[in-house]
C-alpha cells in the first residue's frame, strides 16, 4: 500500500494499526516523535514483550511534548546522535518485514495540518536497506561512544 | 536501487544523474530547496526542453538561499501552498516513471551533514500515487485560488 497520506486521524489510525501488529520487534528512526498517540502505542507495545529500539535526533529530543522522556521512563531503549547534522531519518520497521518511511514526522502538527506522505513496503529488497542502516545508526549511537567533555 | 542514502558527494552525484536522465517531464515537490548544484541541475534540464513543475512550501521558499526565485527568474513554473502547515513533502518524479522519495530535503546541510534516505523507486504501483498527489497538490496551488485579502 505506497498510498500517499491524506490528513486526519484516517491516516493516523491507519499507521496505528500498522505498528500494533507488531508481534516480536520494532525497530524506529525518527527525527521528531511528540505525538501522544504514537508515543502510548509504542509503550503498549513494550508492555507486549516486543523488543522496540527507538533513535532519535538529539536536538530535538528535549524539545518541549517530545515522547522521547516518557518512552525512556517506561524502560524502552532510545539512542541519539551526538552530531551537528540531523538524524532526518523517519522510518520504522516492524518485525523486520515491514517498512513504513516518508516525509512524516510522528507529531500533532505534522499528522493534522501538513501535506506528508508515507509508503509502507514489505519488499526485503527495500526493507533490507533501512535494517542495515538502522543496526549501523544504533552501533555508532551506542553511548560508549558518547563525548562527554 | 531503494538504497539510504550515505552522506556527501557521492550520493549527490547520485542524484544529479538521476534527475538529469529526464527527457521529458519532471515533477518536483519539496519542502526546502536550497542546494545549488540541484539548482543548477533543474535549470539545465529546462533549458533542455524538459517541461519542469516545482511545488514548494511558502514558509520556506523566501528564506535566504532558497532556489525558488531563481528557478521562476529562469521561466520554471513555481507553485506555493497557501496554510498553516507545511507542504513537507520531498519528492521527485522523473518521465512520469521515475520516483525519488525519502526524508531529504535538497539543500546543503542535508545533503553533506544529516542523516537522511532516499528511495528511487519505478514500480508503477508506487509511482502512481505520488503522480496523483502531485497533481491533486498542483491544482489547489493554482494562483487563480490565491486568497490576498
Chains 1, 2 share one sequence.
Not at 13 to 39: H, K, T
Not at 62 to 82: E, K, P, Y
Not at 98 to 127: C, F, K, P
Request: hydrophobic share 40%.
Amino acid at each position: 500500500c505506497p498510498c500517499p497520506l491524506p490528513r486526519g486521524d484516517c491516516s493516523l489510525s491507519r499507521l496505528l494499526r500498522r505498528l500494533l501488529s507488531a508481534r516480536r520487534s520494532l525497530e524506529i528512526c525518527l527525527f521528531a516523535f511528540s505525538s501522544p498517540q504514537l508515543g502510548r502505542a509504542v509503550q503498549l507495545l513494550h508492555r507486549r514483550g516486543v523488543r522496540v529500539r527507538v533513535v532519535t535526533d538529539a536536538q530535538y529530543m528535549g524539545l518541549q511534548g517530545s515522547q522521547i522522556g516518557l518512552l525512556r521512563h517506561a524502560g524502552i531503549q532510545v539512542r541519539h546522535d551526538q552530531e551537528n547534522g540531523y538524524m532526518h531519518h523517519k522510518f520504522a520497521i516492524v518485525d523486520r518485514r515491514m517498512l513504513i518511511t516518508g516525509s512524516l514526522n510522528w507529531t500533532t502538527q505534522a499528522i493534522q495540518t501538513n501535506r506528508e506522505n508515507v509508503l509502507v513496503v514489505e519488499d526485503a529488497e527495500y526493507v533490507k536497506p533501512f535494517l542495515d542502516e538502522f543496526e549501523r545508526i544504533w552501533e555508532e549511537y551506542n553511548p560508549i561512544h558518547y563525548r562527554f567533555f
